[in-house]
Nanobody
Framework: QVQLVESGGGSVQAGGSLRLSCVAS????????MGWFRQAPGKEREGVAR????????YYVDSVKGRFTISRDNAKNTLYLQMDNLKPEDTAMYFC???????????????????WGQGTQVSVSS
């Protein structure tokens, strides 16, 4: 069983920045495709970004391209999401997730990821 623990959420004004972290309790972290998802109240969970096991490939949904950066430190079993120029529509609970298989074959569907954290809240005011 893999445990994922997110941190770094908070409340910021539009245009501000936050950096989310996700620590994984597994020695196999460096073999997993990792992703960030978010879920706003009353909405479905949606993919935000994902990164290949070695960190060489990253993928973003259009709404965050140029503003968010996903990265990972395999030596620390930690995944990051740097969020800049935040907008009110970015307000949501943010989750990290792990996938056994390659990121290349993944979609933005939550079902493509096996393990999930409990989430960290991000609130952006206008």
């Amino acid at each position: 069983q893999v445990q994922l623990v997110e941190s770094g959420g908070g409340s910021v004004q539009a245009g501000g920045s936050l950096r989310l972290s996700c620590v994984a309790s597994t020695n196999l972290f460096s073999t997993y495709c990792m992703g960030w998802f978010r879920q706003a109240p009353g909405k479905e969970r949606e993919g935000v970004a994902r990164i290949s096991s070695g960190g060489g490939s990253t993928y973003y949904v259009d709404s965050v391209k140029g503003r968010f950066t996903i990265s990972r430190d395999n030596a620390k079993n930690t995944l990051y999401l740097q969020m800049d120029n935040l907008k009110p529509e970015d307000t949501a609970m943010y989750f990290c997730a792990a996938r056994f298989l390659s990121c290349l074959s993944a979609t933005w569907l939550p079902a493509d990821f096996r393990y999930w954290g409990q989430g960290t809240q991000v609130s952006v005011s206008s």
